[in-house]
């Protein structure tokens, strides 16, 4: 007997409902949830393989822990003593800082990782904390945290209200959309073309969703940033700033006017490959529109000026008007959330340094590019332990083979994983938490980022297997570990609701938390209730009958539409002046390296990365369906190139960076420009004592191993993805 539950996917940012046919405990089928209040039933070929990924044979199911260098199943109790002992030691003797920890891009996809990497941190106390972060959207969230006082105040393009989209190194058509949630976001784009609007690509390579646009236009990879200073030069130029409803609340006007003036159209235009005409016509283009955004995304971040292209995508939307209104970029509003002041204490970094290089922590974090220095560099506070979460740094950062090297020289390691994969494969514990089917869904982080409010909570499909443990337990145990207190649950749970009766202006304040009934079968489910109920559109315990809390989202499976973006400027401010800050002094330091690279000549052949629809960074490799068909892992080059290196379809090629060099198949095709080549990024599955399977039949070549973690956005401490100086050299067949 089959029976049908409804979840939201949990592979990509998407936030899509899906529908599932569950035979016992398996998923035997998923689909589009037609009715669901966001996605309406579009799915995508990861998303209709959610049970096969559940069911993969090769997720472990039970604890690994090391033994005379092979990995074998125990028990919990067993590998978390093993935990104590490789863990404490180091910590005793060396410090808290002699321990770092890595959290990768899935724990964003989690309720666990929302909420209880945080207490894991803290009470490790370290400072040497890494995340996937730092190889992709950091620069975002520092020029959000200068412009607007808050790294997490992102505004995302108002995809279902505007007539004229600039996109720049996206290509959602792919990856389905990032830092923006929309679901079915091709047919959103679509639908801008169907009212009459228009869309613009502007990336390196004819992506799939370029192919689609109204314009696409090629770019120099890395060079985003002379483009948007062009068109902010041409806006001031030519009287075409108009901040609409904004203009008491922006500083900075003249600052940001004062360091356009070096970068005129015709200054930026050979720098940048685009004609400085065309980059005058989008300037007027974007201020004419009734309704216009600008939407920047890895290819934006990934780069030398990561920092200043994201500042500027934002530059632009303000000079325009387009911040903040109907059409433009808004702020959402997640339903966890809850309206602020309009004022706060702003945005730093550097609160401390890495040891090694002196690089500043950014938002609790340094940049992953120095974690093999930390490691490898002898010295107090040298890095001997790492704790890893849903992470592969051994493929996913720069100079991957330095970083391979190092972890194989900890003294310890313990890795949160499913999969005993390039990196956990040096962990001397593995803790596996349960498939998605068996743990409760909310996105924390992606309805916060959602481009039309709505609210949805899936529940576990089938129940946690008697020898697995939730995920949010292996945290909280590996919390006790280090801390020695036990009951972590309770205690944020306690805190949640002391905040909620003692917040001056709350609804409930002077109540006792003791007379508050919390729902929630799990302790990630009931901190959820919590926020839900004391959030933007919450029930506050009764207080609001119409109000949302977790039973009622439980009650409406295919998730509660909550309605189109509203302005929220001043409120969702933190700044001190309660104003956008247009041209903080920290990022206005930064211009002169920009200016300084417009005298730069043009290397010869620049290695770019490319994203595939059925494939998320590492983590998707091992599912059948997935990686099925002809080779994606190919070098694509060219065709005026592979004539002047002599190549043809399917020639194997050394390709070589400062960092290193790797060997692979050649496809032409005239998909990039020139000076340009392209490989997929998350490969690379071809190591020894890995236990996938499938990934290890598909390995493909690892593209971070030419990357080099000595370049990186100097703002934000994100390493340098695309744009990295190669040469290609043919193979002797």
């Given at each position: 007997?089959?029976?049908?539950?409804?979840?939201?996917c949990?592979?990509c940012?998407?936030?899509c409902g899906l529908?599932?046919t569950v035979?016992g405990?398996?998923v035997v089928?998923?689909?589009?949830d037609?009715?669901h209040v966001?996605?309406h039933?579009f799915?995508?070929?990861k998303?209709?393989t959610f049970?096969q990924?559940?069911?993969d044979p090769?997720?472990?199911?039970r604890?690994?822990v090391?033994?005379d260098?092979?990995?074998?199943?125990v028990?919990?109790?067993?590998a978390?003593d093993?935990v104590a002992?490789?863990?404490?030691p180091?910590?005793e003797?060396?410090g808290?800082h002699?321990?770092?920890?890595?959290?990768?891009?899935?724990?964003?996809?989690?309720?666990a990782?929302g909420l209880y990497?945080?207490?894991l941190v803290?009470a490790?106390?370290?400072?040497?904390?890494?995340?996937?972060?730092?190889?992709d959207?950091?620069?975002?969230h520092?020029?959000c945290?200068?412009?607007?006082?808050s790294?997490?105040?992102?505004?995302?393009?108002?995809l279902?209200?505007?007539?004229f989209?600039?996109m720049?190194?996206?290509?959602?058509w792919?990856s389905n959309?990032?830092?923006?949630?929309?679901?079915d976001f091709?047919?959103r784009?679509?639908?801008i073309?169907?009212?009459?609007?228009?869309?613009?690509?502007?990336d390196?390579r004819?992506?799939r969703?370029?192919?689609?646009?109204?314009?696409?236009v090629f770019?120099?990879?890395?060079t985003d940033a002379?483009?948007?200073?062009?068109?902010?030069?041409?806006l001031?130029?030519d009287?075409?700033?108009?901040l609409?409803r904004?203009?008491s609340l922006?500083n900075g006007l003249?600052?940001?006017?004062a360091?356009?003036?070096?970068?005129?159209?015709s200054?930026v235009?050979?720098?940048?490959?685009?004609?400085?005409?065309?980059i005058?016509?989008?300037?007027?283009?974007?201020a004419?529109?009734p309704?216009?955004a600008v939407?920047?995304r890895?290819g934006?971040?990934t780069v030398e000026f990561?920092?200043?292209?994201s500042w500027?995508?934002?530059?632009?939307?303000?000079l325009?008007?387009?911040?903040?209104?109907?059409?433009?970029?808004m702020f959402p509003?997640?339903?966890h959330q809850?309206p602020?002041?309009?004022?706060?204490?702003?945005f730093?970094?550097?609160?401390?340094?890495?040891?090694?290089r002196g690089l500043?922590?950014?938002?609790?974090?340094l940049p992953?590019?120095t974690?093999a220095?930390?490691?490898?560099?002898?010295?107090?506070?040298?890095?001997r332990?790492?704790?890893?979460v849903?992470g592969?740094?051994?493929?996913?950062?720069?100079n991957?083979g330095?970083?391979?090297r190092?972890?194989?020289?900890l003294s310890?390691?313990?890795?949160v994983?499913?999969?005993?994969n390039?990196?956990?494969?040096?962990?001397?514990v593995?803790?596996?938490?349960?498939d998605p089917t068996?743990?409760?869904?909310?996105d924390?982080s992606?309805?916060?980022?959602a481009?039309?409010?709505?609210?949805?909570?899936?529940?576990?499909?089938s129940?946690i297997d008697a020898?697995?443990?939730d995920e949010c337990?292996?945290?909280?145990r590996?919390t006790?570990i280090?801390?020695?207190?036990d009951?972590?649950?309770?205690?944020?749970l306690?805190?949640a609701?002391?905040?909620v009766?003692?917040t001056p202006g709350?609804?409930?304040f002077?109540r006792?938390a003791a007379?508050l009934?919390?729902?929630g079968?799990?302790?990630?489910?009931r901190l959820?209730d919590v926020?839900?109920?004391?959030g933007?559109?919450?029930?506050w315990?009764g207080?609001v009958?119409?109000?949302l809390?977790?039973?009622?989202?439980?009650?409406n499976p295919?998730?509660?539409?909550?309605?189109?973006?509203?302005?929220?400027?001043?409120e969702?401010?933190?700044t001190?002046?309660?104003?956008?800050?247009l041209?903080d002094?920290?990022?206005?330091?930064?211009?002169?390296?920009?200016r300084?690279?417009l005298d730069r000549?043009h290397?010869?052949?620049?290695?770019?990365?490319?994203?595939?629809?059925?494939?998320?960074?590492?983590?998707?490799?091992?599912?059948p369906?997935?990686v099925?068909?002809?080779?994606?892992?190919?070098l694509?080059?060219?065709p005026?190139?592979?004539?002047?290196?002599?190549?043809?379809d399917?020639?194997t090629v050394?390709?070589?960076?400062?960092?290193?060099g790797?060997?692979?198949?050649v496809e032409?095709?005239d998909q990039v420009?020139?000076?340009?080549?392209?490989?997929p990024?998350?490969w690379?599955?071809d190591?020894?004592g890995t236990?996938?399977?499938v990934?290890?039949?598909?390995?493909?070549?690892?593209s971070?191993?030419?990357?080099?973690e000595t370049?990186?956005d100097?703002?934000s401490?994100?390493?340098?993805l695309?744009?990295?100086?190669?040469?290609?050299?043919?193979l002797?067949?």
């Amino acid at each position: 007997m089959s029976r049908t539950a409804y979840r939201t996917c949990p592979l990509c940012e998407a936030a899509c409902g899906l529908e599932l046919t569950v035979a016992g405990d398996r998923v035997v089928s998923a689909r589009g949830d037609r009715e669901h209040v966001f996605s309406h039933g579009f799915v995508c070929p990861k998303g209709a393989t959610f049970g096969q990924l559940a069911d993969d044979p090769d997720r472990l199911r039970r604890p690994l822990v090391r033994r005379d260098g092979r990995h074998v199943e125990v028990g919990w109790d067993e590998a978390f003593d093993a935990v104590a002992d490789g863990l404490r030691p180091v910590i005793e003797t060396y410090g808290p800082h002699a321990v770092a920890v890595y959290l990768g891009n899935p724990n964003v996809h989690t309720m666990a990782g929302g909420l209880y990497l945080s207490p894991l941190v803290k009470a490790l106390g370290t400072r040497n904390v890494f995340s996937a972060s730092t190889v992709d959207q950091m620069p975002k969230h520092v020029s959000c945290g200068y412009l607007y006082g808050s790294p997490l105040a992102i505004p995302v393009p108002d995809l279902d209200r505007t007539d004229f989209l600039l996109m720049l190194g996206a290509n959602p058509w792919e990856s389905n959309g990032s830092l923006a949630t929309a679901a079915d976001f091709p047919g959103r784009l679509k639908a801008i073309q169907a009212r009459g609007g228009r869309f613009v690509v502007v990336d390196p390579r004819r992506t799939r969703t370029a192919a689609q646009a109204d314009e696409h236009v090629f770019i120099r990879p890395g060079t985003d940033a002379f483009l948007l200073f062009g068109i902010v030069h041409t806006l001031f130029a030519d009287g075409l700033v108009s901040l609409g409803r904004l203009d008491s609340l922006v500083n900075g006007l003249s600052s940001v006017a004062a360091l356009a003036e070096d970068f005129a159209p015709s200054v930026v235009s050979e720098t940048c490959g685009v004609p400085a005409a065309r980059i005058r016509s989008l300037a007027h283009e974007l201020a004419s529109s009734p309704r216009a955004a600008v939407y920047g995304r890895i290819g934006t971040c990934t780069v030398e000026f990561g920092t200043l292209t994201s500042w500027l995508i934002d530059v632009i939307n303000i000079l325009t008007g387009n911040l903040d209104r109907p059409g433009g970029v808004m702020f959402p509003l997640a339903a966890h959330q809850r309206p602020g002041s309009g004022k706060g204490k702003g945005f730093r970094v550097g609160r401390w340094h890495s040891r090694v290089r002196g690089l500043p922590e950014v938002k609790g974090e340094l940049p992953v590019a120095t974690l093999a220095d930390e490691i490898e560099t002898p010295g107090d506070e040298q890095v001997r332990a790492l704790v890893t979460v849903a992470g592969n740094p051994a493929l996913s950062t720069p100079n991957s083979g330095r970083l391979d090297r190092a972890l194989a020289g900890l003294s310890f390691m313990v890795s949160v994983d499913p999969y005993l994969n390039e990196t956990t494969r040096h962990a001397d514990v593995v803790l596996p938490p349960p498939d998605p089917t068996r743990k409760g869904h909310y996105d924390f982080s992606f309805l916060a980022l959602a481009v039309r409010n709505f609210a949805a909570y899936s529940p576990p499909v089938s129940p946690i297997d008697a020898e697995a443990m939730d995920e949010c337990d292996i945290l909280a145990r590996l919390t006790t570990i280090v801390s020695g207190h036990d009951s972590l649950h309770d205690q944020l749970l306690s805190r949640a609701l002391d905040r909620v009766v003692s917040t001056p202006g709350s609804p409930l304040f002077g109540r006792s938390a003791a007379d508050l009934p919390v729902s929630g079968d799990g302790p990630a489910e009931r901190l959820l209730d919590v926020a839900l109920r004391t959030g933007a559109y919450g029930d506050w315990f009764g207080l609001v009958p119409e109000g949302l809390s977790l039973d009622r989202l439980i009650e409406n499976p295919h998730g509660v539409d909550l309605g189109p973006l509203e302005p929220r400027l001043p409120e969702v401010l933190r700044t001190p002046s309660g104003k956008v800050e247009l041209c903080d002094p920290a990022v206005a330091a930064d211009v002169p390296r920009l200016r300084a690279a417009l005298d730069r000549p043009h290397e010869a052949l620049v290695l770019i990365g490319r994203r595939h629809l059925r494939s998320n960074n590492s983590w998707m490799h091992n599912v059948p369906a997935l990686v099925k068909g002809r080779d994606r892992c190919t070098l694509q080059i060219h065709p005026a190139d592979a004539a002047r290196f002599d190549l043809v379809d399917g020639d194997t090629v050394q390709v070589t960076s400062r960092a290193g060099g790797i060997s692979a198949t050649v496809e032409i095709t005239d998909q990039v420009m020139p000076g340009v080549v392209s490989l997929p990024h998350g490969w690379g599955h071809d190591v020894a004592g890995t236990r996938q399977s499938v990934a290890s039949a598909h390995p493909g070549v690892n593209s971070n191993v030419l990357t080099d973690e000595t370049v990186i956005d100097p703002l934000s401490g994100n390493s340098v993805l695309n744009g990295i100086p190669v040469e290609v050299k043919p193979l002797a067949s």
